[in-house]
Nanobody, 115 residues
Framework: QVQLVESGGGLVQPGGSLRLSCAAS????????MGWYRQAPGKQRESVAG???????NYADSVKGRFTISRDNAKNTVLLQMNSLKPEDTAVYYCNTWPVGGRVWGQGTQVTVSS
């Protein structure tokens, strides 16, 4: 059974940075596209960024130029570097398969951007 464990969230001031990490187990990680999603209070979960098995990336318009997704297949890990954070980036961030989250969702990691 695939397990997804997100970490790296926290409280940061506007303009700050965070680096999220997702550890995946129980799957042939290197062969599948992975992505990050987020859900803000009272809103539906939305796609943030995805990375294919070849390394090709996709980003939501709202995070282009600020967020960078990467992967380390040797460690079954997907990373999300978030820079120039804004209050509207506040949400619980999840990782899952891309472009559709087809695995059981993990607990997520809370990102709060506030002064």
């Amino acid at each position: 059974q695939v397990q997804l464990v997100e970490s790296g969230g926290g409280l940061v001031q506007p303009g700050g940075s965070l680096r999220l990490s997702c550890a995946a187990s129980g799957t042939i990680f290197s062969r599948i596209a992975m992505g990050w999603y987020r859900q803000a209070p009272g809103k539906q979960r939305e796609s943030v960024a995805g990375i294919g098995s070849s390394g090709r990336t996709n980003y939501a318009d709202s995070v282009k130029g600020r967020f960078t997704i990467s992967r380390d297949n040797a460690k079954n890990t997907v990373l999300l570097q978030m820079n120039s954070l804004k209050p509207e980036d506040t949400a619980v961030y999840y990782c899952n398969t891309w472009p559709v989250g087809g695995r059981v969702w993990g607990q997520g990691t809370q990102v709060t951007v506030s002064s």
